[in-house]
């Protein structure tokens, strides 16, 4: 028999967390909870959590900073954030992305979107877990066994859905993909998320190659491709 997949739940709503957690239990999932950012930055380093929801706006520490130790810490960064929002400000959810979440979603929200949105990270994460398979694009190395992407000989630390997005792109081997297509490979089509959602994953993976960030071009008015070199740049 398969191990339940646990769900930790950080907000500092009482009853939402309550609501939420019986829904995931209803679901198949074990919850853990609690309703503060410090607490549930220890919850998440002692007990390595499939995923966490995460409310953005909390009082003492934030969901900005929880998110910020766990990505910057190797034994949390792979768990996949969703983070919980009551603005539906692009900032803030910008924000959230460039932070690492592999997703958010807006409060008030129906409890039906929550949990789609929670289905597709865990099998974006389930899929970049699965059978061992390598993956040559120029510089870049992707081991999906080992969830590791090394560049130039040195590993970069990337979420779930950065590490889905470059495996999607350099399996197009040089192809053009649209924003369409990459949010549905890697995004997944049965939810809705915008345009500006891939785009600010790709920043974020652009500033983590560092000197290899022009490998990830951007094809104007269609999407983007992965180069092996910089002679494809005007090609």
């Known amino acids: 028999m398969s191990r339940k997949k646990k769900i930790l739940v950080v907000d500092d709503e009482r009853d939402l967390v309550e609501l939420i ?41 934030s969901g900005q900073d929880v998110a910020t130790r766990l990505k910057g810490d190797p034994q949390t960064a792979s768990i996949p954030i969703i983070m919980l929002t009551a ?18 979603v807006t409060k008030p929200f129906n409890m039906r979107v929550l949990l789609a949105r929670v289905n597709a990270v865990m099998r974006r994460k389930s899929n970049a877990d699965s059978p061992p398979q390598h993956v040559n694009a120029g510089p870049m190395l992707i081991d999906q066994a080992r969830h590791e992407i090394t560049i130039g000989g040195k590993p ?5 859905t950065e590490f889905k997005l470059l495996m999607t792109l350099a399996l197009a081997r ?8 990459l949010t549905a490979r ?22 983590k190659l560092g000197d290899y960030q022009w ?3 951007t094809v104007r008015g269609v999407g983007y491709r992965l180069l092996e070199s910089r002679e494809e740049e005007n090609v």
Do not use: F, W
């Open 87 to 104: 603005r539906g400000d692009e900032t803030d959810i910008i924000v959230g992305l460039s932070l690492g979440a592999d997703d958010y």
């Open 215 to 217: 490998m990830v071009h």
């Open 21 to 61: 957690s019986m829904n995931l239990v209803r679901h198949g999932y074990e919850v853990a909870a609690c309703h503060d950012g410090k607490l549930g930055l220890e919850m998440a380093r002692k007990q390595l959590p499939d995923m966490i929801l995460l409310d953005l706006m909390m009082p003492g520490m």
């Open 174 to 181: 040089g192809r053009v993909l649209s924003r369409d297509q």
């Open 186 to 207: 890697v995004m997944g089509s049965e939810v809705y998320v915008t345009d500006r959602a891939i785009d600010v994953h790709v920043t974020a993976v652009r500033k």
């Open 156 to 160: 970069v630390n990337v979420t779930p």
